[in-house]
């Protein structure tokens, strides 16, 4: 499953670098190193960082962006609204990064089917949104719409879809790839 989920990301990694790519953006991707399945990391002279998967240039500046695809949003039901969100562990990571450094952290989220989660139909709209919702990390922690101390390894930090701008359609994600599509 892991192998699998990893896979699933780096589809979705991929996808985002070529539509921030196509908006004139040099990608330069960070990968894992020394440790098979460990994610990227940032080293600074006194800890281990767990960075962001991409460090993007343009005339705007430098900027980090965290890539998360995901199949679909999650209804909550508590508040009535489409939600997505990061393992807390990896997003207090980020933010003290972006505490700590002038460079701006984007989470972008790439959510790719319209039908929604099974344990979400009976509460949720028919049609689910689909398309690439960012945000910068420092306005994002000033919108949190929940989080979950029982989910993952570490809990979950969750954003309703209003508090995350839609940065493009699913179909203009689906094109920049086939543009930019790396060579075989």
């Not at 994610?39 to 600074?44: F, I, N």
């Not at 240039?57 to 009535?80: L, M, P, Q, Y």
């Amino acid at each position: 499953m892991f192998r699998e989920n990893l896979a699933f990301g780096k589809l979705g990694e991929g996808k985002i670098a070529s539509w921030l790519r196509g908006r004139g953006n040099y990608i330069l991707p960070v990968y894992e190193t020394e440790e098979e399945y460990k994610g990227p990391r940032l080293y600074a002279p006194t800890r281990e960082i767990i960075s962001p998967d991409l460090l993007i240039f343009s005339n705007d500046g430098v900027r980090w962006i965290e890539a998360k695809h995901k199949t679909v949003f999650s209804w909550h039901r508590k508040t009535g609204r489409w939600t997505t969100g990061i393992d807390r562990r990896h997003y207090k990571e980020y933010l003290s990064l972006a505490e700590e450094f002038p460079w701006q952290i984007w989470l972008l989220f790439l959510h790719e089917s319209d039908e929604p989660d099974e344990r979400d139909k009976e509460y949720c709209p028919e049609i689910c949104p689909t398309g690439l919702y960012g945000g910068d990390i420092l306005v994002l922690n000033e919108n949190i719409n929940h989080e979950h101390d029982n989910w993952g390894k570490s809990g979950m930090v969750y954003w309703a879809i209003e508090s995350l701008k839609e940065l493009a359609t699913l179909q203009e994600v689906n094109d920049a790839t086939c543009k930019y599509k790396e060579p075989a």
